[in-house]
């Protein structure tokens, strides 16, 4: 199914007139501001969809009935990206998982994607699970393995993961490892320290010399004792051990309940290590829920640190860090969901171009942390809803993607053309 | 396979003497105590093992490589607990769910499990996943639905298993429910509860007299917001307006971090609302792993609690209350998990029995917490594993269940007669 | 000091233009609602000052540096009370606490406080200090302490502080134990409970009829072990067996880490025993910040639950239930910090009474998870913050409290008339 | 008062029968062990106290009833730790803090505390509280703080505590910072981190050729938003920047919720970076408990990963780490607190000496996670405590601390001589 330009330009005609009412109010508010240049950089904030986030997700409790019209194929990942792209213009990127989605013909899924406007974000191996046919088990970790032939296999996965990259025109690889331990005693965490470094530098050796390497940190789960790769200052250490090209990538989910993500945000940015995001939101673990559906508040922070620490730098918004949605879907239909998580990022990102930065510094300078706070809550509590729905008329899309959707019924006629039993990869 | 007592007694000839002479230090350190009476409860002392323990376990992201030789059948699995109570002598009940098992033949059941003196513990139902051919699904809930015709299914479905654990002897139905909410919005909160009450209140008009209900909690997973019978206060809500057969179920992985869990079961037991245990260990979550392998510390507290607090009410440590195991095995052999389970319970148990409780009383009495603390540590720190292993010895059962499972390659028989790739139900 | 009336008028006038017109545009908003009977709720929501909460704190590594100008006693606490009521129009009653205040002439501060507009709320006893000259010491707890003797002194104190509180005009008692223990082995739970049973019984045998006693509950600290009300569950359980007089009272910091605190407010609703809340937010644990300036979407969600629960009981939102405002004010000055608080309480709670009901319950009963969350952000998401402004308005209050207590320098006023090194009694 | 030998000797003999029965007992059981070599380690390995932990400790509620007798000067504190040391011979060095402590003259107190057999550990400064007499508040920071003019305050307090050491023969500054923020937006993350390792580098630039620096990590408290050194990763960071002198301190009760300490441990000790050790125990936060009453087997566990890693790196494991308790006692005699701290801590050691490290690598080799879990818990299990007394019996002290320092009444002695309302200065 694809969305027409006129389905869109019918919808955006029919609440123009309030958009612009309120648009126009909130030009009058920040009328100081170069407003202009804000609704540009929206425009051109692009978050990553994964493909495996396009069905309905599970526990290990099991996984519930599907939404139905999930895709079936890499070609119909892209197409439900394409969906999620027409609708927001704000999703114009699909990061592929290996072995999920296999390309066989890497030059016709470029051009399919470009159809869509999109193009291919960070690729992702796996080596948390077992494959049918591989020769070894992950069951005891991949590459902090003890076992140099397993750490090898995974290797091989992780440089085979490049290749299919550069054949789609991606730069960079993400790297998450379930590697740990579940009981005390299992694992020597120097040694597993140790080996896992040594695979990631042979897998670093690989990477072509424009391409990132991203390197994910996560507290628990699945080992339940430790995890290799546990926290941002492991990763920090592998990243710097690495070289230039390997970064820490930052999942909200993936931290000790209580964490101050926004600050290790900063330091990162600082060390000039941060590489990439990793979108959810989580009340006890990584529960990979919708972006801003729990704490909204922290994640208006984090944006907040990282318009801050790029601009510190130099950096370009847009261009410079990885943006993507890291969520599962158990009990909302994907697509609804995503576009969700996009609006409450772009409302984030949003907040965080308006906070001013002179009152700030100002108000820091002086310990006055009561204003400090009134200057952050105040574009927060502002409704900047308009900026967001703005950039998207400017790039065509629609004024309420979610709307839209469901104006079309578009799970309907997923449903329609794909069949109600489909289940898409993914957990 | 099965373990022949000659087989034992040929292991446990070999190391008798190194028993006799740990058990006489013992003996002679304890010589102020009527030991023979804690040997006697620790042979008494039975701990239930889940059918669906019985296999290799997993977690969201995957299950891997099995062990190999995992049962088949509900024959098979009282087979293997079978095998578990022969070497250890403490695991002689068996605590089945509906539908992983369903009974074809209650009486050729019942005298399977009688030959390796087993009994039928606390049935377990399950809403927390949709069955094949099932009319509705509990993607929003079972008991909390709000859809009265949901609820029914789920209600008949308990009833159904009440049904087979009469025809089985056994006594007991464990409710847990995954019934709870991801989002903010999703759930009404208090009518989540009236259905859930509603529902409760019928499945319990359906036990019998010499029946108890457990009303099992647990903070969250799989839902990520809520859950409707998410801490003891709200089972003990559920249990009181029950009425006297329902009781509340406490599993150590099912609270939020921190959570003091031997106050809990001290306050219910005050209450004459515990009604029984789930053991596992955990350091995140509900991470269902081996029973003591992380904080043995806390599981001879929480017994310290439960001894004290049975004795106040005259109940028998035996049969008052129901113990059971509830893990999940995703890196060990599941029988040795579980032998190390039930051999880190026995331990907790024996030195909550020997805890001095009137020196104890008389520091609280004195606010003496210093020596409170040496009162506790004290048997804690003694080794007490020859006790435990003299009751296996005066059982029948083997002085190192885990060693004669490994001097018998009990899994390699298990694969020679069941295949590699078998695989059990469960998570 | 006191801010004059006409000292608001002008503040007003110099921004009425900018708040009419900000009002307005929410009113076309919100033209299908009720915006009138909103801002009456608003008028009429007051939220009560704890006396100690008008100085600076500090934790057990200190007190830094006062702000100045601090209250020295009951007089000018009520003072600061009459400033801040003035400013916002919203704090319309004081809580005291016995023995940081004794009122030495009730008729006069009731004469005084009235001057001002303001009530006496809920009077708050303290037994987890010990006074100069008192006879037993709290060390080991007050009314769980194995010593009758110290369990009645603080028996006595309660009922002194309800005596007191007659005196004034009060009607609540807002018991907090500290009570607890700090080693396994300390306490003997059961005991711990009855003893403070017990002493609750007798304290709740000398309120008069149309009072309320608030049991308060907290997970842990100063006590580090366990806490002898501990949690909701069993405040609930002392409530209950107490009377019907006795409610259980909510503090926001006095939870486990990522406790779902709306869904217990949920339930003591359904119950008829939520008594009454003490507003603050937190990171980590009892960290006593500002309300709102942490988690302020948890804080809507609360109200959400609040509004829905207290009409499904027909209740009063502004009489049925305590409202008040429990903060340590380290780093702020304590006068703005209670002002920012007070206004993060008002906007959650015009966010909550906006809430669409209806769609929210249609959403519930379609199992639409995605719509209640549309439904909820909508509102969260919306710029509320003038039909507060409104009410303060209508109040004969200022459109920006904090904004005109800088403009008046009150700060610099109070210390001028009151020194610089003055230090409120509290925390 | 002092504990004279003959006293130490007349307790030692009245259990010598009792003590060699269990020590030659061990001694059967680990006969393939070299126990001797384990002994001398034990009486090696020395633990320094701080010198404020040997007063009452209290919370930010308020400090209750004191001991009474506690020590009113340094030379006060160094007799209690010569207490402390003839009673377990195992706390031969005191932690001095400054302002708390300011000697007066060096020379005497070297001498007094030689005397005492005790030498001058780590200092600790001091810039989260304010001082009567600074010119400056730390209320903001200290080391970060945004006015250069207070850093340096600062900065020189610190290098006044390094003269204050080296005129005691200590080796080595331990700085912990409460710096950081409660509130979001109150700091500029990065440059609260530039600006804090830029007064770290003056300190360090200060530091003898033979000093450590130790850069002590806190996740929370006394700031509850922030923290400015917040995890074992920004202490690294801040030590790497460094040089070869900083290192990591590592605090048990410093921590998120769930952290894998031991983990954090193999990792520094792997880097070169570890530098000390802070012990005490929690449930909680930094609830600074008595070491080993809340968690013995994570304590132990630690001692594992400690052992191992030092031994790898051919680290003295008495001399090569800065070892201290840091509790607080609330409830329990400060010096019987210290005994049993001390007491838990050796029993560690102990336990991890007697890992069988090549039985545990060849399990880890082989990834036999039950068979790893076997060997830790075996020795965990094993009852070691007449190891350590044989240790202590040894070193000329008592083979029950706790028991002798009760038999001779200590503190009643202590209070006689010094009066009962001393209060020892700290937290």
Redesign the interface.
Known sequence: MNIEQNQIEKHNDSSLTSHQ?KLN?LK?DWSHVDLESVIQKLVDFQIAIPSWALGTG?????R??ITGGEPRTIEEKIEDVGLLHALNGASGAISLHIPWDIPQNAESLKSLASSYGLRFDAMNSNT???QAGSAH????GSLQN?NKTIRKQAIEHNIEVIKQGISLGSDALTVWL?DG???????????A??NTLESLEEIYAALPENWKMFVEYK????N???TTV?????S??YASKLGKKAYTLVDLGH??????I??IV??L???GKLGGFHFND????D????A???????LF?IF??LV??MD?KGMNHAKDLGWMIDA?H????PL??LL?SVEAIM?AYAQALLVDRKA??A???N?D??K??????HT????L?ALVAEARLRAGAALSP?GLYRELDVRKNLVNGRGVNTVATG?
């Open positions: 009412r109010f009058e599970g526990t290990r409790f099991g519930f009935a948390f699970q077992d088990s992950y069951k005891f003890v379930a331990s579940c009981f005390p005693g299992q694992l020597n965490f120097r040694k320290f140790e507290a628990f789960e699945p339940f004792y430790s546990g926290d941002w200052g492991q920090l250490l931290h000790l309940p209580n964490a101050n926004e600050q900063a330091l940015l600082m060390e989580s009340k006890y673990g529960d990979d829920l919708t801003g559906s729990i704490k909204p508040y922290q922070l907040n640190e801050e620490g510190a599962s158990n009990v909302k239909d609804e969901d969700q409302i700030l510094n108000a820091q300078d310990n942390v009561a400090a706070q009134e200057i952050l809550q927060f509590r502002s409704d809803r979610i957990l």
